[in-house]
């Protein structure tokens, strides 16, 4: 059993701009006005669903030193 003298043969990676081909790949087509408008309202679906779920989770975030109001029980009022 014999080796080989390299693991890979990266001769072709040197050669590889000798051959290039000459078949074109067709031309994209472009979206059409409804895939457009459905991209787009469904980008702003996203941030619009991102920025209420922030302002509506700011005030949960927020610390303050003192609550507002103080958590007792009745019964010990009444004492």
Same mark, same amino acid.
């Given at each position: 059993?014999? #080796?080989? #003298?390299? $693991? /890979?043969?990266?001769?072709? /990676? $040197?050669? #590889?701009?000798?051959?290039?081909?000459?078949?074109?790949?067709?031309?994209? =087509?472009?979206?059409?006005?409804? =895939?457009? %408008? &459905?991209? %787009?309202? %469904? *980008?702003?679906t996203i941030v619009a669903g991102? /920025? *209420?779920? @922030? @302002?509506? &989770?700011?005030?949960? @975030?927020?610390?303050?030193?003192?609550? $507002?109001?103080?958590? =007792?029980?009745?019964? %010990?009022? #009444?004492r």
């Amino acid at each position: 059993m014999f #080796r080989r #003298r390299e $693991a /890979v043969p990266f001769s072709f /990676v $040197a050669e #590889r701009n000798q051959f290039r081909s000459n078949v074109t790949p067709p031309p994209r =087509q472009r979206p059409s006005v409804s =895939q457009l %408008t &459905g991209r %787009t309202l %469904t *980008g702003l679906t996203i941030v619009a669903g991102l /920025v *209420g779920s @922030l @302002l509506l &989770g700011m005030p949960s @975030l927020e610390s303050s030193a003192t609550p $507002a109001h103080s958590q =007792q029980s009745e019964a %010990t009022e #009444r004492r």
